[in-house]
């Protein structure tokens, strides 16, 4: 185990299905391959009286059973432009749900993650409650989080009539981090002084440099001051801005532990906690 003043390396396996991900095809249960036990079809094993059933196991009278047929793969039914009812947003859906809820001409003036003006950076988006009596409209929810005022931005469009009809804005209201929000953290943290631990870990883990987020795996979260014992200084505007906490690992290979480390993406900073 690597350990620095600021990161951890820790070899470690994850428990369960996570990570599966960054198994190699053949750790992860690749489909297609089998175990095959004695007696299984396409084996030699042998039935009771000693004569070998003619397609793999013979069964306790000698005669071999046929083999079952090869399974069919049925393709899924190709996804139509709009949906009905209460079904997903289908991807048509989505993508026309989030041009309408940038169109209106106040996002000129927003922010995204990266600083970029003229785009709040987008959250998510989901299907809205149908209006009464009206259950045949398709409407989305999208929200918008900008960078510029910190505040949240919630737009009701309807997509059968292209028209917002609603939006909505908070300020202090913190939803999950979108995996944008999430690769900005880390860029911040590579980019900082802060990083040099992470750097180190990589290297004594791989014996190569780190030179971008694409070596890594990460995930993460909003950070939230209400559950920490101890909240610095430099981060008691967290919640009132945008501030997250990364977990991380070599791709398929060791943890480096960046929990320490709290971005504040709002002032675009990196503080170290504990």
Known sequence: MAVTGTAAAVAITLPGAAGAENLPPSAAGTPGTTSTAAGAPGTDARGADGAAGADGAAGADGKGGRAAPPATVVPAAAEGDRGTGTDPLTDAELARARDLALAPGDTAARQDVDGDRGRPQHLGTELADPVPGQEGRRRAQVRLYDYARDELVTRTVDLTTGKVESTGVRRGVQPSAHPEELRAAMELILASPLGEGVKEDYR?????????????????????????????GALSRCGEHRCVRLVTKVRNGAWIDTRN?????????????G
């Open 261 to 273: 480390l709290i971005v504040d993406l709002s002032a675009r900073n990196v503080v170290r906690v």
């Open 204 to 232: 004594d883990a791989t014996g190569t440099e780190l030179k971008g987020a694409d070596q890594l795996w990460f995930n993460g979260d909003v950070y939230r001051t209400y559950r920490e014992k101890d909240v610095p």
